[in-house]
């Protein structure tokens, strides 16, 4: 009955990190593997990430003992985890924590009607926590200011050009991303086939040539990891925030400074979509501790201010 009243799938369910898996709800107390690692996924065709027909969820990832590749499945009601490659140990060490072992879903209440069904209906929710930083900080400097189709199709194009397939027997077309050196020679020209601008390039330049620091942030406290990667110039709150969420786990990690959560949230828990930061933050004063959930909790709800403008037009650097 959990999943009876879940909304259809969109774009803003998909932004609170829906990916549908196959074979249905899990069973009672197991993680829901499409909400738990779905804010993992960079678009349907991350090749980093995959669904299969049988419900299992593939990811490649570069690890500090390399490459590996890991397949999550939920069998029997309970979650499992196979690896391969150089990174396999350190991967399958980790698992239970990207699947939310170290979250504490009971430290939630919900405080708003909205809240709350979206919360009943979406049980299996963990909060991941990959232990890895650059890995989502670059697909996240990528999405700064842009659509996502463009953030996404620079994903793809850079982890395909300049990664490595994924080890192990992984679905076909899947890559593990570039390591931290190979970032930083990257280019400018494959950058611009890549539709990325320079103050984005140069952002994850910089930011690869300190990983080894930037790493360390995964053993702070999410307020000090965020401070850690907001000293690399062109990271600020929208990117660390982002960012640690998924490395850190960051239950409490709200992100500001974006340009469509003030007013869904606004819009879900006041009738307010002109709602800025400042307002969504004494909205979501009530889940402090847990202000990331809270707003993921509104998300996949599905509940958004009717649209009066157009979409952002998708740019096009490379025509340039």
Request: a positive charge; proline letters at 10%; zero cysteines.
């Amino acid at each position: 009955m959990s999943g009876r009243f879940t909304p259809p799938t969109t774009r803003t369910t998909i932004r609170g990190g829906e990916t549908p898996v196959p074979r249905g709800a899990p069973a009672a107390g197991a993680p829901d593997l499409g909400l738990t690692l779905g804010p993992l996924r960079r678009g349907p065709a991350d090749p980093t990430f995959r669904v299969t027909p049988d419900g299992s969820v593939w990811r490649a990832s570069r690890t500090p003992d390399g490459p590996g590749t890991i397949r999550f499945a939920v069998r029997d009601g309970a979650a499992t985890a196979e690896a391969w490659g150089a990174g396999a140990a350190w991967l399958l060490d980790r698992a239970p924590a990207m699947l939310g072992a170290e979250d504490d879903p009971a430290a939630f209440v919900p405080r708003h009607k909205l809240v709350l069904a979206s919360h009943r209906s979406r049980s299996g929710l963990r909060l991941t926590r990959t232990g890895l930083v650059l890995e989502s900080l670059i697909p996240t400097v990528l999405e700064q200011k842009v659509t996502t189709t463009e953030a996404y199709g620079a994903w793809r194009h850079l982890v395909r050009k300049f990664g490595e397939p994924a080890p192990g027997p992984a679905p076909e077309g899947m890559h593990v991303m570039p390591d931290a050196r190979t970032w930083t020679q990257i280019p400018s020209w494959e950058w611009h086939l890549a539709n990325v601008d320079g103050k984005r390039s140069a952002t994850i330049v910089r930011a690869a040539r300190v990983a080894a620091r930037l790493e360390e942030a995964v053993l702070m406290d999410p307020p000090a990891a965020r401070e850690r990667l907001e000293r690399v110039p062109g990271i600020g709150p929208w990117t660390s925030a982002e960012t640690v969420q998924r490395s850190n786990g960051a239950p409490d990690e709200v992100t500001t400074g974006d340009l469509h959560l003030p007013g869904i949230v606004g819009w879900a828990l006041a009738g307010d979509r002109t709602a800025d930061d400042e307002a969504m933050l004494a909205l979501l004063a009530p889940y402090a501790g847990q202000r990331h959930r809270a707003a993921r909790l509104i998300l996949l709800s599905g509940r958004v201010p009717p649209r009066r403008a157009p979409r952002m037009t998708p740019g096009n650097i490379t025509a340039l």
